[in-house]
């Protein structure tokens, strides 16, 4: 994450002028009128999109953009991977309940140009700003309300689309924009005929019917044991309020920085609020989140791997874990802290799982996708390791 610091000075852009009657797209629910702004201002750091309105700077806000190819781009492939045969396939219940619809503004209008490098550099940012996915989208929020706050004159931004380049996104601001700035021309439901025409360039497929895919093999086999007062109802937020703590423990069982598994947790959480409909009806919905999360986690060490300077902290002895790490919460011995936390990542995986979150061998193998024999050898394997760096069996205490 390359999240920088606000400078000294005033952060003043340059306006990018879009003349009266120019043509927008945007993709909307059948809920909220093409020209409608969207009210909604989220206190989440995993909800929302990069320019939202916060708490602490609510606006009513509109995204649209220049074609109805990036439109649908920007809405329906984030977080869609290729797959082996180098094309991305949606499910047809992404698009249900949407309509694609072209507005045209009334009156010229004034953005914040981060159209480029130049431009980024004038207001003191990166294309970190533009191009962060949505598990830095918090941060990008805070620095739309700081790039307002000096920019009052700014109706809205527009910067590089991130699926569709070298198109353009816009948002603009419901609390700086005349009431009736956008008219409609046309809308119309979003079917997979329409959304196929409009992808084909980005080798992506809505089928007419729900392909098998990846949610079909997550690892789902069995529920992981939950206490009795966790009812998790059949909605998304009920979901994640009964399980994000579950998920964050999991994912730091594995990386042991509990911040960054706070973070990929949200991310994964974010991609299957996305996806609920197919999520919903998963045979094992925290098994999904599950893998999504440490899909998340081992690209973040793909990427530090070739750029060690971002050390993730993961032998540094000298980082406290605070009481928010369960092995911290649980082990009470610093030492032994110490020792599982300089552990192998798959040991330590398997060990805390184990032993501090208290899962079965099997349950184990489910989650992690290894067999069972594989769990029992990595276990063997970090008691060993543990002996050799205490002196004695954890299980049996003493000193070393």
Known sequence: ?????????????????????????????ERRGPTAFNPVVENSHFFGERFDGTPADPYPFLYAAFTPETALAETVLHAVPFDEGGARLISPKIISGRRLAELRTTEPLDLLDLTSAAALARVGQSSWLVLADSGEYRHTRAWAA???????????FVWPSFCSHPEHMVVLFGDRCPSNILGEV????LNPTRANDLLRAFRAQIPHQDPPGPLDEALPISEPPQPAKEKEGDDFVSFFKAHFPQVCR???ARQNDWELAQDAASRAFEIAHRRWPDVRAHPNRVGWVVKTGRRILMRVHRIQ???PEQHLGDTDLNVSC?????????VEKVALRAAIRNLARDKRECFVMHYVLHYSVADIAEFVQIPPGTVKSRLSAARRDLRDALGHDFREGGTR
Do not use: C, Y
């Open 1 to 29: 994450m390359s999240v920088l610091r606000p400078p000294s000075q005033p952060l003043v852009g340059e306006a990018f002028r879009i003349p009266e009657g120019t043509s927008l797209h945007r993709v909307h629910h």
């Open 146 to 156: 700081l790039l307002r706050e000096h920019n009052p004159w700014a109706q809205g």
């Open 186 to 189: 046309k809308s119309a439901p």
């Open 250 to 252: 999991i994912l730091n």
């Open 305 to 307: 791997a070739k750029h």
């Open 322 to 330: 605070e009481d928010l790490d369960p092995a911290t919460t649980t």
